[in-house]
């Protein structure tokens, strides 16, 4: 609750929370605009303005609107089963490793996501006034939350086209006259009521370009997220990853597997003389359209394949694979029981497979590797200037972010790949010391790995590299390590650069190699 601000946070969120607190300013100036929606950023201004600037009071807001979107899956899941599935889908969410890490970060994902779940759930119970306003506040917190109104409405006017009598029933049958067709004025009433979020969004897109002559955030922003990622074979690995977070990510395949064994082996249990009903084919089908909807449009925009982006949906299969073991298996809470179980293991197992920090509590392993560092660089060498990479460049000269106590002078490069290091140790006499850290959980090389096409593709499409051990980077740049330390596949060091007279000769081809591929050393 007390830790420094982490990655996106102090890169964007924090500092545009910020700027609204200490002037007003809904677009930020302190970093780069982004176009994201305000929303939460009024929320945390807000709260530091009652309350007080700090990482505690930011936390607690933020477990505010956590708690806020657990009510928003309770009631579309009573609503669309019963209150026993709703409680255990709500637990099973709440302690889901990115959907628990994501609860107390500034970070927009979340809070859309649970404004999004009560739209639905006014969607499904024919309450458009109330799903127009849910949907316009989730497009208003993040402009991604507008893709399930719109899929939806989308949805509306494939039922209103379909003439085929037997597909009928995927769709909701509120607007079934006696002749059996589909009322096409109250379709016709829902798909408006789902396009109107729009507007809201519309609205600040254009206040937006007319303050800063963008509508999408800035040129880098737009190519790093849209631009670059248009690529057939980008888009379908981007997919493969998309569906595995939605159906097996970290232990989520002990939930989704758990529903298929017991569809496939498990008959309906009988209450009285009936079985237990299921969730309708057509709110099944809502689901169903908005879980493709976030899975294709993810893989299709986004630089980097996070899985927070992917919380509008996985709370979806979450409900339904509750659903489904409530209704087949006799002993489905010890089931459920089980899963959460899972899931709490995972917040504290790192996976065999890459992932990010920010999925479980390895974000806490990284902050308090940079706390530590960081530290003990303001301590030796108060007026070093530093080189150093994103975000540590942010955590060294924003003492508010929780990390230093004063500014540092800062060298930025872009990572500590081999061509970064060696192009920083043509200018060593830039800076006197080197803070070098882990900027990828990488657990070893897989089997795929050793696929080079594999690699170039990760590398291409994925911003892939490989960070140089701190070995390998103090004989690079011509220093020596006077700090490291390393927790669980992350790590972080100090390398204090010699005088340029008595710095080393650079390695060799060999020697690099044979360093870059050693093991971290503390």
Known sequence: MRLPYFWDEAGYYVPAARDILLN??????ST????????????????????????????TAMLVLAAFSLLGIFRLAECVANTRVAIAATLCTAVYPVFFTQSSLAQVDLAASGLMFFGLAAYVEEQPIASILWFSLAALT???????????????????LSTNSSSRKLWLARDVERSGQ????????????????????????GYHYGHTGFVFGNPEFFRYNVAATLSPIRFVLALAMRLWQISGYLHLWVLTSSMLLAMRMLPPLLDSTSERPRITVPVQMVFYVVVLTYSVAMSLIGGAVLARYMLPAVPLVIILSVSTLWRRMKFWPAAVAFVA????????????????????????????????????LEARYPMARVLTAWPASDELTRP??????????????????????????????????????????????????RWRRWTQWKTRFFGFHRDVPPAAAAQIL??????????????????????????????SESELHALSSSPISR
Do not use: C
């Open 400 to 449: 508010w972010l929780g990390y230093m106590t004063r500014p540092m002078s800062v060298v930025r490069i872009e990572d500590f790949s081999l061509d970064e290091m060696l192009s920083a140790a043509e200018f060593r006499s830039n800076y006197e010391v080197a803070l070098i850290f882990s900027t990828k959980y990488e657990p070893g090389s897989a089997r795929w790995d």
């Open 32 to 59: 780069v605009s982004n176009a994201h929606p305000p929303l939460v950023m009024v929320w945390l201004a807000f709260w530091w303005k009652v309350v007080g600037d700090a990482p505690l009071v930011t936390r």
């Open 182 to 205: 589909r009322n096409n004025v109250g379709s016709a009433r829902r798909i408006v009521s789902l396009l109107i979020p729009a507007l809201p969004l519309a609205a600040w897109y």
């Open 478 to 507: 011509g220093g020596q390590k006077v700090f490291s330390e390393q927790r669980r596949g992350q790590w972080i060091a100090v390398i204090e650069m010699e005088k340029i007279e008595q710095a080393r000769t650079p390695p």
């Open 142 to 160: 993040k402009e991604t939350a507008i893709l399930a109104p719109i899929a939806l409405a989308g949805w509306e006017i494939m039922g209103v």
């Open 24 to 29: 007003g300013s809904i677009i930020p100036h």
């Open 341 to 376: 179980l899972a899931f709490v293991v995972a917040w504290f197992w790192n996976p065999p497979y890459g992932f990010s920090p920010e999925d479980n509590l390895a974000y806490r392993d990284y902050i308090v590797l940079h706390e530590d560092g960081e530290r003990f």
